[in-house]
């Protein structure tokens, strides 16, 4: 979704025409995007509250590099990538927004974060939740896994107390593995 309500810019699509679709959701912050497009905390932030504006609901994407994961600073980016961004919401817009953590060195390449990584960090962004808002907006927030998940990895990550669902990607593309994801949930 482009940052601004309308205009002239060829090959983005605005809130308006995604909920337009009956599209009810947005992924916002997909580190391809931020790469690519060079898309930044500020540009992120806009399209936040625009598609909050337009009634869409921001999957925020958050996650860290194989190079800060090897570094040890991968809860450091996650941190910085919320603060300047959702973190920067009133705790009744925050409510609408749904997270989802995809480490980038497991986007696409068959490589999954352990489910004690991937616990690990939702059961970190959650207590990052609870201290900017509280207790109860961390337990009602909704956090998702999105790094190659898949059909024979979906019912271990699920089952993990802070991974709320998946972000599904290449995996959504065989019916019948995608199903055994869903039905994994």
Same mark, same amino acid.
């Given at each position: 979704? /482009?940052? %601004?309500?309308?205009?002239?810019?060829?090959?983005?699509?605005?809130?308006?025409?995604? @909920?337009?679709?009956? *599209?009810? /959701?947005?992924?916002?912050? /997909?580190?391809?995007?931020?790469?690519?497009? +060079?898309? =930044?905390?500020? &540009?992120?932030?806009?399209?936040?509250?625009?598609?909050?504006?337009?009634?869409?609901?921001?999957?925020?994407?958050?996650?860290?590099?194989? @190079?800060?994961?090897?570094?040890?600073? /991968?809860?450091?980016?996650?941190?910085? &990538?919320?603060?300047?961004?959702?973190?920067?919401? +009133? %705790? =009744? %817009?925050?409510?609408?927004?749904?997270? #989802?953590?995809?480490?980038?060195? *497991?986007?696409? $390449?068959?490589?999954? *974060? $352990? $489910? !004690? &990584? #991937?616990?690990?960090?939702?059961?970190?962004?959650?207590?990052?939740? +609870?201290?900017?808002?509280?207790?109860?907006?961390?337990?009602?927030?909704?956090?998702?896994?999105?790094? =190659?998940?898949?059909?024979?990895?979906? *019912?271990?990550?699920? #089952?993990?107390?802070?991974?709320?669902?998946?972000?599904?990607?290449?995996?959504?593309?065989?019916?019948? !593995?995608?199903?055994?994801?869903?039905?994994?949930?």
């Amino acid at each position: 979704m /482009h940052f %601004e309500e309308k205009g002239a810019y060829t090959g983005e699509v605005s809130a308006r025409m995604i @909920e337009s679709i009956g *599209a009810t /959701h947005v992924i916002i912050g /997909h580190s391809e995007r931020r790469k690519y497009f +060079k898309e =930044s905390s500020e &540009q992120l932030f806009e399209k936040v509250n625009l598609a909050l504006d337009n009634e869409l609901v921001p999957i925020f994407c958050c996650g860290e590099s194989l @190079e800060e994961r090897e570094k040890g600073i /991968h809860f450091d980016v996650i941190k910085k &990538q919320l603060e300047e961004v959702v973190f920067k919401l +009133k %705790e =009744s %817009e925050f409510s609408n927004v749904i997270i #989802a953590y995809e480490p980038v060195w *497991a986007i696409g $390449t068959g490589k999954t *974060a $352990t $489910t !004690k &990584q #991937a616990e690990e960090m939702l059961a970190f962004i959650r207590g990052l939740i +609870k201290d900017r808002y509280s207790k109860d907006v961390a337990e009602d927030s909704y956090l998702l896994y999105g790094g =190659s998940c898949n059909d024979k990895n979906a *019912a271990e990550l699920f #089952a993990c107390p802070d991974v709320d669902g998946g972000l599904i990607g290449g995996a959504a593309l065989d019916l019948e !593995k995608f199903l055994k994801i869903i039905y994994a949930a």
